[in-house]
């Protein structure tokens, strides 16, 4: 349709999309052709975009294009689903692109990015097309406000080829005199923020059922908040600093505050801060239909803890549901979070997500000052905030008051017979045995696409992270017979933050997943070997930043993968900081009973390397174990110590993490 008035699609400058006159918005009705020639020149190829009865948006376009979205949000989360439903809900890929162009200048940008990131991820005919990463459409939402003026002012005034990154201080948001930045580096870091976006994109909790249903959804919620605990918890003591504390008192004021050092790009304001020691208070938002006392959030609390005690709750029926050793999580998960397959949300309600809110909105909690919220009201950038772990911390409580009420694990759950671990070293290229260095590492992004109005081309900026060097596990295994195993490898402090030897009790805690694979075992003598880099945690580099890098080949299968791939542990944050004078880890490797841990089915295929968090794509979670075994259960009687833990099929190796306050430059590495 040559005649028709084109819009570009943000960033690219070679496609354009030829959109029906119908569906301009009123206001560039009348310059239909102005805007054709505007972009209609540029364009190289254009797309064809049919024209369609499309849906009525009504509720959706509620929320202005110029607020800030949130999940958490009742009402936000509600219209999502409506948005969501539209999108998944037409015939084909033709449709979806025009009721998607439609959309895309008359709803708020933060909501149409997920509802069509949502989509593409659960719809059938759209598995091969890629999703731009978030960091690419919203970099505003990762990355200090201050470098966008300098990257505007770069990309009009230097041409492009002379460009040099546009370098992010490593400590921007705080200074040392606050003693929680010194956990800066890992709640700010770009890849695990990611990675927390993608994991609650590929879980949403509220969205058409066949969307939220996924196998054993409820656990690994609580499974991979739990691992960010554990890790955070491990980076403290790597810092010197005490694990985070549950925040369990709402009534008292938070000490940690918090200045985010972010502005968004699509509401053209600040994103809040924290001062410390505010209280949380009654939310009295009309705006954004959020009228719930802190009382509720308090019934919800003992009425979920009322269920663990009693084993079992009521759903929506009336009807009792025991809480079993084998989906008993499941349910608990589902039921704490809130996801759409809580058993009850009137009665158990929504406390996890609304203490998202209530947090989000202390500093504004009835509008008066016309503010949004904070950080921990969007996932995109809630792990920035301290508070983030505190209240997690608090969720992952309930988990193991659950957890603790259940059967442990004898000695037969643990063993298997005719397996020993006889030796574990961690092998690094030209380091020493068993000691792991990290540093800082730096890295380049080009953040040209998330920004409006400026000439083409890239504009990077530098960032500096941790980093570690790959390493290798050896493990050597006798079996008395030919068989198959899972091989788990985590990795614990070695001792509490007063120097003490941990009770096993409270060190199941902070064993953090490494590694997690099926080995076949030979009979007699094996020695297993394999890569850090291969681990089921974890997502390489490239894969977290993918479409950030140019230079790579945008297309073909790799791209198609990306949209579940892209969750995933970022992989330089494998192993914690370590600390200068080497900080004592003991690691943990165990291989247990096949017998117990299959799944039967086709693992083959997509993206499969990230499981242990993420679980796999349109499949069964790949163990049939409870997530976090062995360390989810308080240990059998006699068992006071990890020593008195194991049985011959597991092993302990020492193992130092060292720091080097050292900082490569890319490519220099
Ligand atoms: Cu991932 Cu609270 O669930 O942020």
């Known amino acids: 349709?040559?005649?028709?008035?084109?819009?570009?699609?943000?960033?690219?400058?070679?496609?354009?999309?030829?959109?029906?006159?119908?569906?301009?918005?009123?206001?560039?009705?009348?310059?239909?052709?102005?805007?054709?020639?505007?972009?209609?020149?540029?364009?190289?190829?254009?797309?064809?975009?049919?024209?369609?009865?499309?849906?009525?948006?009504?509720?959706?376009?509620?929320?202005?294009?110029?607020?800030?979205?949130?999940?958490?949000?009742p009402k936000h989360r509600r219209i999502a689903g409506r948005l969501i439903d539209i999108f998944l809900g037409v015939r084909n890929v033709q449709d979806l692109i025009a009721v998607a162009v439609y959309a895309r200048d008359r709803v708020n940008p933060y909501l149409f990015n997920y509802c069509l990131s949502v989509a593409i991820l659960h719809r059938s005919d759209t598995q091969d097309l890629d999703v731009p990463?978030?960091?690419?459409?919203?970099?505003?939402?990762?990355?200090?406000?201050?470098?966008f003026g300098e990257a505007r002012e770069d990309a009009n005034?230097?041409?492009?080829?002379?460009?040099?990154?546009?370098?992010i201080p490593k400590d921007y948001t705080a200074s040392d005199l606050e003693e929680e930045h010194r956990l800066a580096y890992f709640r700010e870091d770009i890849g695990l923020n990611l990675h927390h976006w993608h994991w609650h994109l590929v879980y949403p909790f509220e969205a058409a059922l066949s969307v939220v249903n996924k196998n054993r959804r409820g656990e690994l919620?609580?499974?991979?908040?739990?691992?960010?605990?554990?890790?955070?918890?491990?980076?403290?003591?790597?810092?010197?600093?005490?694990?985070?504390?549950?925040?369990?008192?709402?009534?008292?004021?938070?000490?940690?505050?918090?200045?985010?050092?972010?502005?968004?790009?699509?509401?053209?304001?600040?994103?809040?801060?924290?001062?410390?020691?505010?209280?949380?208070?009654?939310?009295?938002?009309?705006?954004?239909?959020?009228?719930?006392?802190?009382?509720?959030?308090?019934?919800?609390?003992?009425?979920?803890?009322?269920?663990?005690?009693?084993?079992?709750?009521?759903?929506?029926?009336?009807?009792?549901?025991?809480?079993?050793?084998?989906?008993?999580?499941?349910?608990l998960g589902n039921m704490v979070e809130a996801s759409i397959l809580s058993p009850n949300r009137d009665f158990y309600g929504d406390l996890h997500n609304m203490g998202h809110v209530f947090l989000s909105y202390i500093h504004d909690p009835d509008h008066r000052h016309l503010e949004s919220f904070g950080v921990i009201g969007d996932s995109a950038t809630a792990m920035r905030d301290p508070i983030?772990?505190?209240?997690?911390?608090?969720?992952?409580?309930?988990f193991q008051e659950f957890k603790t009420s259940l059967p442990r694990y004898t000695v037969n759950q643990l063993n298997n017979p005719g397996?020993?671990?006889?030796?574990?070293?961690?092998?690094?290229?030209?380091?020493?045995?068993?000691?792991l260095p990290t540093f800082w590492q730096q890295s380049d992004v080009d953040l040209s696409r998330g920004m409006d109005f400026q000439p083409r081309g890239a504009v990077f900026v530098r960032f500096t992270h941790l980093q570690h060097r790959p390493f290798t596990y050896k493990i050597q295994v006798q079996?008395?017979?030919?068989?198959?195993?899972?091989?788990?490898?985590?990795?614990?402090?070695?001792?509490?933050?007063?120097?003490?030897?941990?009770?096993?009790?409270?060190?199941r805690l902070m064993f953090i997943e490494l590694d997690k694979f099926k080995v076949n075992l030979k009979q007699g003598q094996n020695t297993i070997t394999r890569n850090s880099s291969d681990s089921s945690v974890t997502i390489p580099f490239e894969r977290t930043y993918r479409d950030l890098d140019t230079s790579r080949p945008q297309g073909g299968d790799e791209l198609a993968r990306f949209n579940f791939c892209g969750c995933g542990w970022p992989d330089n944050l494998l192993i914690p900081k370590g600390s200068p004078e080497g900080f004592s880890c003991q690691l943990f490797v165990m291989i247990s009973n096949i017998a117990d841990d299959k799944v039967d089915q086709d693992v083959t295929g997509e993206c499969n390397d990230s499981y242990s968090y993420c679980g796999l794509k349109d499949k069964l979670y790949p163990d049939r174990r409870s997530m976090g075994y062995p360390f989810d259960r308080m240990p059998r009687n006699g068992v006071d110590t990890l020593q008195q833990f194991l049985t011959p099929n597991m092993r302990v190796q020492d193992v130092t993490v060292k720091f080097e306050n050292k900082t490569f430059k890319p490519k220099e590495n």
Not at 12 to 30: A, I
Not at 389 to 395: G, K, L, M, P, T
Request: hydrophobic residues 35%.
């Open 1 to 73: 349709r040559p005649k028709e008035p084109v819009f570009m699609p943000k960033g690219d400058g070679k496609k354009v999309f030829s959109v029906p006159v119908e569906y301009l918005n009123d206001k560039y009705k009348p310059i239909g052709a102005q805007v054709t020639n505007r972009f209609g020149d540029q364009a190289s190829e254009q797309i064809p975009v049919s024209k369609i009865s499309i849906p009525s948006l009504g509720e959706i376009l509620e929320l202005a294009r110029d607020e800030n979205f949130s999940l958490f949000i």
């Open 133 to 147: 990463s978030i960091i690419r459409t919203f970099p505003d939402k990762y990355v200090d406000s201050k470098v």
């Open 479 to 507: 079996s008395n017979s030919a068989r198959e195993g899972t091989c788990r490898i985590f990795l614990a402090p070695k001792v509490d933050e007063r120097g003490n030897p941990w009770l096993f009790r409270d060190q």
């Open 419 to 435: 397996v020993t671990i006889q030796g574990i070293q961690v092998d690094v290229q030209g380091g020493k045995p068993n000691v």
């Open 157 to 167: 005034v230097v041409p492009e080829g002379a460009r040099t990154p546009i370098e």
């Open 388 to 398: 983030f772990y505190r209240w997690h911390a608090f969720i992952d409580d309930l």
């Open 221 to 331: 919620f609580y499974y991979m908040h739990q691992q960010i605990i554990a890790r955070y918890n491990f980076e403290r003591l790597c810092n010197k600093m005490k694990r985070t504390e549950r925040f369990i008192d709402w009534d008292s004021p938070i000490q940690e505050a918090y200045f985010p050092k972010l502005d968004s790009l699509v509401s053209s304001r600040a994103w809040p801060a924290r001062v410390e020691n505010q209280r949380l208070k009654n939310l009295r938002r009309e705006v954004d239909s959020v009228i719930i006392d802190l009382d509720d959030l308090k019934r919800w609390r003992d009425r979920i803890f009322a269920a663990i005690h009693s084993g079992s709750v009521t759903d929506r029926n009336g009807r009792t549901v025991q809480l079993n050793e084998t989906e008993g999580i499941d349910i």
